[in-house]
């Protein structure tokens, strides 16, 4: 995504003891050629930013001193972010939901969970996006598309439900996709076990798994709880929640609506 200026948005993380966030986020940043702002609390310069610039040369590392709430600062930097990037290990910590979870719900851009431990490998790793429901699907796949695109990998696209239950309209979505990012392979399963449960053991394979944050009443916002949850704690890679409020990474859907109408 570009910032009305025309420049590259930077992909945005927050200085924590957890280290290893930080320079996952420099290495993802630096793969998919944005920027990095580094956010930190201390008055001091950390030496972490330079030591991010020695071993990322050509990466361009902007920081700055936070002087408000944290959260508040991070849903501020979300409105002209590419992403917001935290350390967050899935435990519960707000009203029962996690740090991503929560960010999540107030940001404009994705927010992606870097578990404990994390290195970035230039393996090109497919990005994992699940399609168990058809209601927030299109914008996962948008933001999965134009990643695996920009990162020069692919997509695996798992559907967890029966053949029969595939939609048309999703497939015309996914459809448009391929016909947009053609460098882009695709590989497709369908699945008959849980979402959680496949997602989890699908982000052991992937670069990053891609979920959304579900609209509607408490069953079906439990339901997206719960999926975030089981793949947060169980998985192994990045976590990349898409909330409500995140603006759209590729006009495809807009198109196809417009072309509706």
Same mark, same amino acid.
């Given at each position: 995504?570009?910032? !009305?200026?025309? %420049? ?7 200085? $924590?003891?957890?280290?290893?966030? +930080? ?8 793969? !998919?050629? #944005? /920027?990095?702002?580094?956010? %930190?609390? @201390?008055? *001091? &310069? ?6 991010? *610039? ?18 508040? =600062?991070?849903?501020?930097? @979300?409105? %002209? ?11 519960? &910590?707000?009203?029962?939901? @996690?740090? +991503?979870?929560?960010? #999540? ?7 992606? #969970? ?18 168990? %429901?058809?209601?927030? $699907? ?17 997509? *695996?696209?798992?559907?967890? $439900? $029966? ?14 996709? &391929?016909? !947009? ?21 699908? @982000? ?19 339901? /997206?709880?719960?999926?975030?949850? =089981? +793949?947060?704690?169980?998985? /192994?890679?990045?976590?990349? &929640? ?10 495809? +859907? ?8």
């Amino acid at each position: 995504m570009n910032d !009305r200026s025309g %420049h590259e948005e930077p992909v945005v993380v927050m200085i $924590t003891p957890r280290q290893d966030a +930080v320079r996952w986020a420099a290495a993802y940043a630096h793969r !998919r050629g #944005s /920027s990095l702002r580094v956010l %930190h609390v @201390s008055p *001091r &310069v950390p030496s972490l930013v330079e030591e991010l *610039r020695a071993s990322f040369p050509g990466l361009p590392i902007e920081h700055r001193l936070v002087a408000e709430a944290i959260g508040d =600062a991070l849903v501020d930097e @979300s409105e %002209h972010a590419h992403a917001i990037v935290v350390a967050d290990s899935g435990e519960l &910590v707000f009203e029962g939901e @996690s740090v +991503v979870t929560a960010l #999540s719900a107030l940001a404009r851009c994705p927010v992606i #969970s870097v578990p404990p431990g994390a290195v970035w490998h230039d393996s090109a790793a497919p990005v994992i996006v699940g399609a168990h %429901h058809l209601e927030r $699907t299109p914008q996962k796949l948008e933001f999965a598309f134009a990643e695996a695109d920009r990162l020069g990998t692919g997509v *695996r696209l798992v559907r967890c $439900t $029966t053949p029969r239950r595939a939609t048309d309209d999703l497939d015309e979505v996914l459809g448009a996709l &391929v016909e !947009r990012y053609p460098d882009v392979p695709v590989h497709s399963e369908v699945l008959g076990a849980s979402a959680s449960s496949a997602l989890a053991w699908h @982000s052991h394979f992937g670069s990053m798994v891609v979920l959304g944050s579900r609209r509607g009443g408490p069953v079906r916002g439990a339901l /997206s709880r719960s999926i975030s949850r =089981a +793949v947060l704690r169980h998985g /192994s890679s990045p976590v990349v &929640v898409i909330g409500r409020h995140a603006r759209r990474t590729s006009p495809v +859907v807009t198109e196809l609506g417009s072309a509706r109408s």
